[in-house]
């Protein structure tokens, strides 16, 4: 049994987390933090991570940028593994994610469902025909009102899977509205939406002359965030320090 800690327990993925770790029988919630009390669990709550005394295996984050140094400091101290879900983090956090991973097992992933971790993949391939073929890069992402980043880790993180394709050479671009010219062949831009309870969609266009090929995933449902990370908790629950991703945890 995987003994995990969950962070940002009370927020709307931990909740999710804890309903699908009550179902299973290979991992158990023994702890949550969250600096929101307002929530009953069947596991003790502490409002910061420092405060957390209860042995565990693996931590599972879902909370906000400004809580993960703390967490990460934490799991460094405890050499304890860190499933990382939480998006919007800065260039300077992620240079302490590369950091803490010298010292414990840090999985890091903007998405853990099998769609996008897949669809990374196909636009690798896609890229590789239609970049320099002269085809436009652009990115559409659509999420919830309460989502306080933008864009999203994903929309950036299928840039990032598209620009290793094309040997790094695009640049992003966020907001047009200032620029008064053309747009670059090697740009990829990125677009965000943000309305009503959409739980996350992501569109990868690739506008050529005469013809457009649009990659779309749609989460339905956050459950299939959810069941990624407990599958993710239960891989990194004893492995040694190193940065993991979900290629290692998805075996395509
Ligand atoms: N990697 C993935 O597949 C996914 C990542 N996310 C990311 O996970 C994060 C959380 O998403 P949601 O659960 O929708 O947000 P949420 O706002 O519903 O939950 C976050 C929780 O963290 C708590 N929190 C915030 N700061 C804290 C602190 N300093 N100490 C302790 N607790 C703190 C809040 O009180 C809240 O209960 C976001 O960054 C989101 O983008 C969300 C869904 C999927
Ligand atoms: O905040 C969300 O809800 C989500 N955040 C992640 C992101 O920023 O990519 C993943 C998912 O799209 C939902």
Redesign the pocket.
Known sequence: MVRAIM????????QVISGLAKADEQIEIVAG????MGITNDYPVF???EKCDVEADVVID??????VD?LLKYCVEKALPVVL????LSEEQLAKVEEAAGKTAVLK?????LGINLLMKLLQDAAKVLGPAGYDIELVEKHHN????AP???ALALADSINEALDQEYTYVYDRSQVRQKRDQKEIGISAVRGGTIV?DHEVIFAGVDEVIEFKHTAYS?SV?GK??VEAAKFLAGKPAGRYDMSDVIHF
Request: aromatic share 6%; charged share 15%; proline share 0%.
């Open positions: 962070h940002g327990c009370n927020g709307k993925m931990g933090i969250d600096r929101y409002d910061s991570i879902f909370s906000n940028a400004a809580a703390a879900c939480t998006t919007g992933s903007a998405n853990m469902s309460q989502k306080v980043d999203s880790g994903t996350g956050k965030f990624g990370a």
